[in-house]
């Protein structure tokens, strides 16, 4: 894992219920042991529930309402995947206005699996590479983005990945890119 001083440094997790458990929690830990403040962002209040793909797994609680929140009170964004959370998120339009802000703000975005329907009705994949659960190639293409089946992809402050066997790499680069900062090609 990369050792990137993230001191300083304010990461915001976008998630409601449905998240897969470990694609939020495995980052959120090595964000926050990088040096990060991590912050929860939901559209939903109080707690949240984790997956462990279609079991039950933990409750997480909200630190802040998606409706309350600013991309400019962060330096970066990580988005979960699962099932239920991204197709709940992508039909929130404060939630999917809070991701598009931190592309305007050029500031780095991590997501896996399928964090990036939500990336899709942002509309900020178009002339980008990036990589998913395989569900979503064709989604992503659609929507002018060029997929490919890697472990991490990065293009311009903007980290995917596939799934959870990735996260590791996912972590690390994800680190990089927030340890980096702003990216003047990261735009919406």
Do not use: Y
Request: glycine share 8%; with cysteine.
């Amino acid at each position: 894992m990369s050792r990137k001083n993230l001191n300083g440094k304010r990461i915001a997790f976008l998630a409601t219920d449905g998240f897969e458990q470990v694609e939020l929690s495995k980052p959120w830990d090595a964000i926050k042991s990088a040096g990060a403040e991590v912050v929860l962002v939901s559209p939903k209040l109080g707690k949240i529930q984790g997956m462990h793909h279609f079991d039950k797994g933990d409750c997480f609680s909200v630190d802040l309402d998606v409706s309350d929140a600013s991309a400019e009170d962060f330096d970066g964004l990580v988005l979960p995947g699962g099932l239920g959370n991204p197709d709940a998120l992508r039909t929130c339009e404060k939630s999917v206005r809070f991701v598009r802000d931190f592309f305007e703000q050029h500031k780095p975005v991590a997501a896996i699996c399928h964090g990036p329907w939500v990336l899709i009705e942002a509309d900020v994949v178009r002339d980008r590479k990036v990589t998913s659960w395989p569900s979503l190639k064709t989604d992503l293409t659609n929507a002018g983005a060029t997929w490919t089946d890697e472990e991490c992809v990065c293009d311009e402050g903007l980290v995917t990945s596939r799934n959870p066997d990735d996260i590791p790499a996912f972590c690390a680069k994800a680190i990089e890119e927030f340890a980096e900062g702003q990216h003047a090609k990261q735009t919406a």
